[in-house]
T-cell receptor, first 113, second 110 residues
Framework: EDQVTQSPEALRLQEGESSSLNCSYTVSGLRGLFWYRQDPGKGPEFLFTLYSAGEEKEKERLKATLTKKESFLHITAPKPEDSATYLCAVYGYSGAGSYQLTFGKGTKLSVIP | TAGITQAPTSQILAAGRSMTLRCTQDMRHNAMYWYRQDLGLGLRLIHYSNTAGTTGKGEVPDGYSVSRANTDDFPLTLASAVPSQTSVYFC?????????FGQGTRLTVV
């Protein structure tokens, strides 16, 4: 059974204070690792897909990295508008030719001005 | 671009009644998913479909059914609603490289 664990559950940062969010996973046949941003009352917004260990992707102040057991979402000099819940998901093989997208519980990020 | 459309946006439903949550995508993705999101429990997979004509059970399938008659539509049906099905429901679609979500349906069963 695929498992995804995100830490910390919540993170408060001062504006400009860089940090990282962690996503550790166990999965059979990883096809991809996805990162999302979710604002209150809205659906998850797709950010990145990472496919193999060593891969990195960047978008504005966000950079996602991947190893064989975990992924990090690095936030550089965050702004208040980066406040949201960040979700990690693994796209893994679930048998009989099927793939499932399994989510962690998320990290709630608050950036204080 | 529409992406994924869910309807209704919100609904209050009497216990014991049936309801179908609608989900339509215009990206021609093969895979579609239904999740429920509850405080403290995150997104949990209800049912999924890897291609039109096939469906599978996720982590919490009891009390729900789905069908996938074509590529674009993936309705979720509650045959006889119970209060524990009060939640926010999200539909998603994927081509294996990206996965996109609808804006959700907030369902309250009373």
């Amino acid at each position: 059974e695929d498992q995804v664990t995100q830490s910390p559950e919540a993170l408060r940062l001062q504006e400009g204070e860089s940090s990282s969010l962690n996503c550790s996973y166990t999965v059979s046949g990883l096809r991809g690792l996805f990162w999302y941003r979710q604002d209150p009352g809205k659906g998850p917004e797709f950010l990145f897909t990472l496919y193999s260990a060593g891969e990195e992707k960047e978008k504005e102040r966000l950079k996602a990295t991947l190893t064989k057991k975990e992924s990090f979402l690095h936030i550089t000099a965050p702004k208040p508008e980066d406040s949201a819940t960040y979700l990690c998901a693994v796209y893994g093989y679930s048998g009989a030719g099927s793939y499932q997208l399994t989510f962690g519980k998320g990290t709630k990020l608050s950036v204080i001005p | 671009t529409a992406g994924i459309t869910q309807a209704p946006t919100s609904q209050i439903l009497a216990a014991g009644r049936s309801m179908t949550l609608r989900c339509t995508q215009d990206m021609r993705h093969n895979a579609m998913y239904w999740y429920r999101q509850d405080l403290g429990l995150g997104l949990r997979l209800i049912h999924y479909s890897n291609t039109a004509g096939t469906t599978g059970k996720g982590e919490v399938p009891d009390g729900y059914s789905v069908s996938r008659a074509n590529t674009d539509d993936f309705p979720l049906t509650l045959a006889s609603a119970v209060p524990s099905q009060t939640s926010v429901y999200f539909c998603a679609s994927s081509d294996g490289r990206e996965a996109f979500f609808g804006q959700g349906t907030r369902l309250t069963v009373v």
